[in-house]
């Protein structure tokens, strides 16, 4: 039985027991709001859930494993470790000088264990983290005092001195991880696992080039050229995993974007797109400067130049890193020399490599690479220079370079299974020293594990209810169909504009006049009416006709609903549009791109009804309320949060915050709260506030109190969880507080990670599905690979396409409700099929999508116009110089796009 229409929550309206629904005042701010201060945690606390510590933070322990389901045989790219049940000693490190890459701190304790006097490794094998961890299997024999030793590297110019001291810390049991694994003991013992860890990647990081947790080396036997002086690095990714009963050692194929080894020449013409260098007479203009220096500079410490190396000097090959491109050629551009008598004289670099190197510059029109420090004023001109091997690129890759990127890397998942295990047969893991040293042995098949396939909700459009085939969808490996039905809730589009930026050479008024009879139709059939033609049809140019048209079109035409806006390709108009529609108007904008209009299909125009139908208030679909789990028998309100970070190699603009709520019981509306924050910050600093939005605007919409709030926290890796889950919880549980004292809803917070490298695999052929032989949506697996003794399970709820599906791993932080595993994974798998902009389950659940959503279009509404595109590029310097408070403004939501989802 579900509530009449007048009341928008669809909960029981069966009287509910006291403690359930507990018979409160409605959710007002007090008459003297608390402050935002976390409830103390003493005795005086209301009693209710604990409020958790960083430094204790246990999370809870799994509520048994699911059963609902059909079975399913998989394997997983994780393979056993077997160790013996004995201790490790682990040792504290301190090299002086101590700002030398991990390359050269593994060189110093390479040279150390070989040839250190007095003798301290005497048929050991230790292993190093590069950093300052140290392992041995037997102690070494200099006590517990710290131990002081001088190492000399030899280097090309001169010897370098190195001073390594060393110190006993503890005995690392491994017999203890062991029984942690067994689940004897309450704590996994993570130095165990770290010690680990360091012996697997020891000889792999001597051996190639380490990215993060992947392991790379220089192509051999392909080629992919990614364009503008980048290519594509195959490798390989490791990691040490505790799971149920034993240590697993996590093995993928991975890829990542490298600069090309090759001369600064070749390297300028590939980002300037010269096809040949000959035909560059001229000096370069200023904007190919500039686009070559971004390339080739560093941009801040946390992505310098790149290195390069001389070719000028016999074999004597000097490193440098770029800091600079000169604005002048090398003809022209001089530095101050000092002669043999001591006097000093401006002197071009061409002139100096004519005099100096007996060597008539080539290309003395183009600049000079400004190397080393900058006071220092070394010039080198780009024809003796090369760029040197193994540099990862760090900065984002161009929309054809990552086109590129997925082409070269996609796998079908039987394709990515075999290239895996040849991967583990040539890495030969037991034939490595240091594992042998370690008593270690890494199983060569892939564990097999069991999984489900958890049923699809059934989908609910509009309709008369008698004809249940016309207004159900079932879906079908997580796709369904949407023709022949209407939506749950069609909006009627009566005033409504189109504005082209295409120039009409583009998009002619034929196209225009064709989409707008294609799209009525097609929205018409969806029960979303588009009545009559646009009250307004016109032509624009560029950004900045954005603003004063539209504020024209709000004046103008009265209950305006809708403007249409087509795009000419990529653009800064759409940042604008954003901006203008979003912010500053409260007008819902849909853009679509010109060679949609010009080519109508009906696949695009239902897409742009779907969102449409949203923007405007409306309901797409509704999960079939008797198909859905208990927790929706009461008032829940379901958030998705998420922070989104600028590029790599941006030090100045901000981190953005995103949370978004359901509004009712379906769930399919949403509502967001968005927030500026420090750079790179994860942590979302003022959660209390913007939740406390959301649980007032839920209250409005439906006139509950939530009884339970779940929370899907995307983008938050392992070592975060005691950090997120201290102040995330505690600020939620302050939101409900400052609404109303002794306001406790049961809180269940769980991390949704999609960036981790475990893959499945059927192990039947016939389970394999479509082309790309990957599982089905739905596949959970909820043991085997997963945590010893936590509350975790991958999901995998879309169809894979392209490539090898990526199951989300859910780790639960903390769970008030008392969720069993089978109704979370019922209820996560549900939530995947609410999202509005497809007819299909997506990868994740639909608020954490959401959230995503949110944060990416408040970076967009942080655009200055004429400054950059949104599109995070590093050269808009727009939010450096930008006040805090300017940015929260920039990014505030007008109160009429707040009420509908905007962000779809």
């Not at 059963?67 to 682990?90: C, Q, S, V, W, Y």
């Not at 002048?328 to 002139?351: H, I, S, Y």
Request: glycine share 6%; charged share 20%; aromatic share 8%.
């Amino acid at each position: 039985m579900y509530q009449p229409p007048h009341l928008p929550y669809g909960f029981p309206v069966t009287p509910q027991p006291p403690l359930q629904r507990p018979q409160m005042p409605p959710i007002q701010p007090p008459i003297q709001p608390p402050q935002h201060q976390p409830p103390p945690p003493q005795p005086g606390i209301p009693s209710g859930p604990p409020q958790p510590h960083l430094e204790q933070a246990i999370l809870p322990r799994r509520p048994g494993t699911g059963k609902e389901g059909r079975p399913i045989t998989l394997r997983a790219n994780h393979f056993r470790i077997a160790m013996p049940l004995e201790d490790i000693h682990h040792y504290d490190v301190n090299i002086m000088p101590d700002k030398c890459p991990r390359r050269v701190n593994r060189e110093v304790i390479e040279t150390l264990v070989k040839h250190s006097t007095p003798k301290i490794f005497t048929n050991q094998l230790p292993v190093f983290d590069g950093r300052k961890n140290l392992y041995s299997r037997e102690q070494l024999p200099i006590g517990k005092e710290r131990v002081e030793i001088e190492v000399i590297l030899p280097g090309e110019a001169k010897e370098r001195t190195f001073k390594v001291s060393i110190k006993w810390v503890a005995r690392v049991s491994l017999k203890a991880l062991d029984q942690a694994l067994e689940g004897r003991l309450s704590l996994i013992p993570y130095d165990s696992i770290q010690a680990l860890d360091v012996v697997m990647r020891h000889l792999p990081s001597m051996t190639y080039t380490p990215v993060g947790r992947s392991f790379f080396s220089a192509p051999e036997n392909y080629f992919h050229p990614l364009g503008g002086g980048r290519e594509v690095w195959f490798g390989f990714h490791q990691s040490v995993r505790p799971t149920m009963w034993k240590m697993m050692l996590n093995i993928d194929v991975s890829a990542t974007a490298f600069y090309k080894a090759q001369p600064v020449i070749d390297f300028l013409c590939e980002v300037l797109e010269i096809q040949n260098i000959n035909e560059q007479r001229r000096p370069l203009t200023d904007s190919q400067r500039v686009k070559f220096t971004k390339e080739i500079k560093g941009l801040c410490h946390f992505n310098p130049g790149l290195k390069i190396e001389i070719t000028h000097c016999g074999n004597m090959r000097r490193k440098y890193r770029v800091c600079n491109v000169t604005r002048r050629p090398a003809q022209t551009q001089t530095f101050p020399l000092q002669l043999e008598n001591g006097q000093t004289v401006e002197c071009t670099v061409a002139k100096y490599f004519k005099d100096k190197h007996r060597r008539i510059l080539q290309y003395p029109h183009l600049p000079c690479l400004q190397v080393g420090q900058e006071q220092r004023h070394t010039y080198l001109p780009l024809e003796v220079c090369n760029i040197v091997a193994g540099q990862r690129c760090i900065k984002k890759l161009t929309d054809t370079q990552t086109s590129t990127m997925i082409k070269a890397t996609a796998r079908s998942a039987p394709d990515r299974e075999k290239e895996i295990n040849n991967l583990v047969h040539k890495a030969g893991f037991n034939k490595d020293p240091y594992v042998r040293e370690f008593g270690l042995s890494i199983s060569t098949k892939m564990v097999e594990i069991h999984g489900r396939i958890i049923q699809a909700p059934k989908i609910q459009y509009g309709g008369k209810q008698l004809q249940q085939n016309r207004t159900q969808a079932i879906p079908n490996q997580g796709v369904w169909d949407m023709r022949g039905k209407q939506f749950h809730t069609g909006v009627e589009i009566r005033v409504w504009a189109i504005a082209c930026f295409a120039p009409q050479h583009q998009c002619r008024e034929e196209s225009l006049r064709n989409f707008t009879a294609q799209l009525q139709k097609i929205s018409n059939d969806a029960g979303m009416p588009i009545i009559g033609q646009p009250c307004f049809c016109k032509y624009a140019v560029g950004a900045d006709q954005v603003e004063p048209m539209f504020k024209h079109l709000k004046k103008t035409f009265n209950g305006l609903q809708l403007i249409v806006v087509v795009l000419p390709g990529k653009t800064p108009v759409y940042a604008e549009v954003k901006r203008v529609g979003d912010t500053l108007l409260g007008i819902a904008t849909q853009c679509v791109q010109v060679k949609n209009v010009n080519r109508t299909t009906a696949q695009t125009l239902s897409n742009l009804c779907l969102k449409i139908n949203v923007k405007l208030g409306g309901v797409n679909n509704i999960l079939v309320p008797s198909f859905r789990p208990a927790v929706f028998l009461k008032p829940v309100i379901f958030l998705g949060a998420d922070v989104t970070h600028p590029p790599a190699g941006d030090d100045k603009k901000p981190s953005i915050a995103a949370l978004v709520g359901s509004m009712d019981a379906h769930p399919s509306r949403y509502c967001a709260s968005v927030r500026v924050q420090t750079h790179r910050q994860e942590i979302i600093a003022d959660l209390a506030g913007m939740c406390r939005e959301l649980l007032m605007q839920f209250y409005r919409s439906t006139r509950f109190k939530p009884t339970r709030i779940v929370m899907y926290r995307d983008g938050v890796s392992e070592g975060q969880f005691p950090q997120v889950l201290a102040h995330e919880l505690r600020a939620i549980r302050e939101a409900c507080c400052s609404l109303e004292q002794g306001y406790q809803p049961g809180i269940t917070f769980i991390v949704v990670q999609k960036r981790h490298h475990t893959r499945l695999f059927c192990a039947d052929k016939m389970e394999q599905i479509g082309k790309s032989g990957n599982i089905p949506a739905g596949t959970t697996v909820d043991t085997g690979i997963t945590h010893p003794t936590e509350f975790d399970f991958y999901l995998c709820s879309h169809a894979g396409i392209q490539g090898t599906s990526r199951p989300s791993h859910y780790h639960v932080l903390w769970d008030d409700n008392d969720f069993s595993a089978d109704e979370l994974q019922s209820t996560t798998y549900q939530l995947c099929h609410t999202y509005v902009r497809c007819t299909r389950s997506v990868s994740i659940p639909a608020p954490a999508y959401y959230a995503h959503l949110v944060a990416f279009r408040a970076r967009y509404h942080l655009v200055e116009k004429d400054h950059d595109s949104g599109e995070g590029s590093h050269h808009s310097g727009s939010s450096g110089g930008r006040s805090f408070e300017d940015m929260m403004r920039a990014v505030k939501v007008h109160a009429d796009t707040l009420r509908v989802m905007y962000f779809a």
